[in-house]
């Protein structure tokens, strides 16, 4: 009889579902140690959970392509974008970012989206939000800012008067909290979201010019939303609502797709513009940045195994390919550091080996030697340093001396001037796009009365009534009747 399963060895073993027992002629038994099966079984349970994401834990995934649709070549020499019509193959990762891998994922949150595009020159990871800035642009902050959103240390629950004190001691955040307190903190669907890069990139040309860029990803059948109290009933009846929803639309082939663009500054306009450019809590309005689109992306097939597939994908903004460049931008400096490091804490030293993390390329060698479960690569038998006589190792590269993520220097890399601690100062100017959010949402019929009930009833749940006029006034500098507003609608609830 062919066995349905063997052991991890591969031997056959054909009870697959009992243990072996010396029987005693009475119905029992004791079982053995000898039981391979048994004690492979149970070890293995035992070992089967990695650690959680610390953000970005709850998630669905899918597979797809990314295909150029007009041309780009003027202001990048990537080559997965050199031709129209040009497909590369994709993997997608949306997620909720604070609460853990169990939880209801139509809780309020930002949601996260991120990318590998397994391009010909490599792996090219491309992390969004589905807001287009972030809570803060000093990177220190960022662990601060994510601990506020969780849980308490004292009572193990989401805190509100936590969440608020950091955002009032960091106001530079505000005009991310009008995204994800405006309807689309709570998406109806992953298909109907909107993904921004919110980082600057540089797109590169090999003689060494480059753009500054910003990454718009728009679903093609609209952006649609929960409202607050269909939320809640939902996180209750289906925890797993948006996971579903996008695992069966792909199931039915019911394939979503968006449409990329890219908003296109030169480096020249970039140093007299009348934001940093390199400031994660702005945008650059679209009517001085149109977007021009570049290709589109179809999610067509579900991942077959969560864990190897979706769970076991490490993504990092590190990751880039010819073409795609970093720029001074500090979050995104550090997100190259921090997503890196954390997969190789997750999942090892050796992720990359994975199936799902595996780079496709005709040559395949990175100079790394041994580690934990190197399975793949291990540079074979060539010697362990770079620069042998006894073994001259060639680089192994596609011979056209094309290099990945970092772009020739230019003056913009040219730093110079004292070292001294980022200075993060709020000036008048970080209310301005808040307040333009503001009007956008009052085009929209019933938006700011939700809005104004959103942060309400986050407000409310919380005790301390000197943070809660805090916030009113943080909502007043946005616009003078939004924190009186707040304050009704909050004494409201409070009653
Ligand atoms: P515009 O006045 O040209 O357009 C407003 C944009 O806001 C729309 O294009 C849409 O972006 C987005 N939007 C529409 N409804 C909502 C909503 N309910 N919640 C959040 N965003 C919404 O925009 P400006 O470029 O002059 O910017 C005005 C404000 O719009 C900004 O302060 C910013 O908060 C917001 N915004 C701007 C973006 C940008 O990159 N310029 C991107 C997204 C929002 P989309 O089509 O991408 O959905």
């Known amino acids: 009889m062919t066995p349905d399963y063997t052991l991890a060895e591969g031997c056959p073993y054909p009870q697959s579902t009992t243990s072996v027992q010396l029987r005693d002629g009475t119905g029992g038994g004791l079982v053995l140690l000898q039981d391979t099966q048994l004690i492979e079984t149970l070890a293995h349970f035992s070992r089967e959970r990695i650690p959680e994401r610390v953000v970005h834990a709850k998630a669905a995934g899918a597979y797809g392509e990314f295909e150029v649709t007009h041309d780009c070549s003027d202001i990048t020499s990537a080559s997965f974008l050199n031709t129209v019509g040009k497909k590369t ?57 994510n601990r506020s959103h969780k849980r308490h240390p004292r009572t193990n629950m989401p805190d509100s008067d936590m969440f608020w004190d950091f955002h009032v001691g960091n106001p530079e955040g505000i005009h991310e909290l009008m995204h994800l307190f405006s309807d689309r903190g709570t998406p109806a669907s992953l298909r109907h979201m909107n993904a921004y ?60 797709v968006w449409d990329v663009y890219v908003q296109v500054m030169d480096p020249s306009e970039a140093e007299t513009y009348k934001w940093n450019i390199f400031d994660m809590t702005k945008v650059w309005p679209h009517k001085d940045y149109p977007l021009r689109q570049i290709g589109r992306l179809t999610m067509n097939r579900n991942p077959r195994n969560y864990f190897t597939d979706i769970e076991q994908a490490a993504f990092s903004p590190g990751n880039m390919v010819p073409g795609i460049a970093p720029t001074a931008d500090p979050m995104l400096q550090a997100r190259m550091f921090a997503y890196a490091d954390a997969a ?52 192994k590269t596609a011979g056209n001396g094309r290099r990945g993520g970092l772009s020739t220097l230019t003056e913009h890399e040219k730093w110079t001037g004292e070292v001294s601690s980022f200075t993060s100062e709020i000036g008048p100017e970080d209310y301005e796009q808040a307040a333009d959010l503001w009007e956008v949402l009052g085009r929209e019929p019933g938006h700011q009365d939700r809005f104004v009930g ?12 000197k943070l809660r ?21 909050t004494e409201e609830i409070a009653l």
């Open 469 to 489: 006029v805090m916030v009113y006034e943080l909502f007043s500098r946005v616009n003078k009747d939004l924190g009186s507003r707040i304050r009704a609608a």
């Open 89 to 145: 193959d994709v993997l997608l990762r949306i997620s909720t970012v604070g609460p853990e891998r169990g939880s209801a994922d139509t809780s309020r949150d930002v949601h996260g989206w991120a990318m590998k595009l397994y391009t010909d020159e490599g792996n090219f990871d491309w992390v969004f939000n589905n807001t287009p800035v972030f809570f803060v642009r000093d990177p220190i902050k960022f662990p601060s800012m």
């Open 454 to 465: 959103n942060v309400a009833d986050h407000l409310s749940k919380g005790k301390s009534s």
């Open 344 to 395: 190789r804490y997750r999942l090892g030293v050796n992720y990359q080996q994975l199936p799902t993390n595996h780079a496709k390329v005709p040559i395949y060698s990175p100079f790394q030697r041994d580690g934990f479960m190197n399975f793949t690569a291990n540079y074979g038998d060539d010697p362990n340093y770079v620069g042998s006589t006894l073994k001259p190792t060639t680089y």
């Open 197 to 256: 890069s919110g980082h600057t990139y540089k797109f590169t040309k090999e003689d060494g010019s480059f753009k500054y860029v910003k990454v718009h990803i728009k679903t093609q059948i609209g952006v649609r939303n929960l409202d607050r109290e269909t939320a809640v009933k939902l996180a209750g009846e289906n925890p797993d609502f948006l996971v579903e929803d996008l695992f069966q639309a792909i199931e039915k082939g019911d394939y979503p």
